[in-house]
């Protein structure tokens, strides 16, 4: 209990190192800075309304939050979900307070939104960061039972950063001698976009892309493309569907028949 209490609060910390987070919480203190001025001078009739609509306020933001924990498929996407709900129930109570407060908030995230991206995961797990070259490199150098499951993705895509950490929790259990995990980010290399057919468009939902190589032949792709070369959506991006899709856990369970085979 102590070590998982540890492991949460070095997240904490690690997470408002970053100033995406940082700003965010910045951002929502000054709220009760500015609550405490506004309401100095205010009845006691307005202050039981505001903190009325306060704890309204949070309940259905907890109700929410709650809702998407249970379909979240990664903290990362969490997070995002949390600080849009967040900043929108701020903005309603500073509208109580006053409508300039309101308008500021509103400026202010907006350039939030502008300026900061939210930070993927910085875990690596067992994935080989790598460029289009390096990849090509090592499909051409492999063995025919070699496999190598590949993320393509781009750091200004909000659907990769909500998944990054999905794809190293699945190289930290699923990496085996046969199979290894590779990312590539396209954003930098738009060509090799062109070349494994992955359209970085905002709107397409192809991004992230994951595709499983084997004896350097692509063998599987998520999002799957129709016959007509059009990709069907992806979903709720989670493990259990990257894993189910790739047929994970069967490669991983044959992997270690194969090694008690050979003893």
Known sequence: MLG??????????????????????????????????ATMAS??????????????????????????FRKSQSIEALLADGLLYT???????????DRRLAAWYLLWFAVLFLLFQQP???????????????LENHLSEGTASRCW??????????????????????????SSEDLYFGSVDIGRFPKAAELYGISL??????????????GGNEV?????????????GIGVLTEMSIAQH??????LIFDLESKQTKK
């Open 4 to 37: 998982l209490t540890m492991e949460l609060a070095v997240e904490v910390v690690r997470m408002l190192a970053e100033p995406y987070y940082a700003l965010h919480a910045l951002s929502f203190l000054s709220y009760f800075i500015a609550r405490h001025a």
């Open 43 to 68: 009845s006691a009739i307005f202050l039981q309304h505001l903190i009325y609509r306060e704890i309204q306020s949070v309940l259905c933001l907890a109700v929410v939050l709650c809702l998407k």
């Open 87 to 97: 900043k929108g129930v701020f903005v309603l109570l500073a509208m109580l307070l």
């Open 120 to 134: 993927p995961y910085k875990g690596i797990g067992n994935v080989v960061c790598m460029t289009p070259l390096q």
């Open 149 to 174: 499951l590949i993320e393509f993705r781009a750091v200004w895509s909000p659907p990769c950063t909500k998944a990054s950490r999905i794809f190293v929790n699945l190289s930290t259990r699923y």
């Open 201 to 214: 468009g905002v709107n397409q939902g192809e991004l992230p892309t994951y595709i499983l190589f084997e």
């Open 220 to 232: 599987s792709r998520l999002p799957i493309s129709n016959d007509d070369g059009t990709k069907r």
């Open 246 to 251: 790739f047929e994970l856990d069967r490669r």
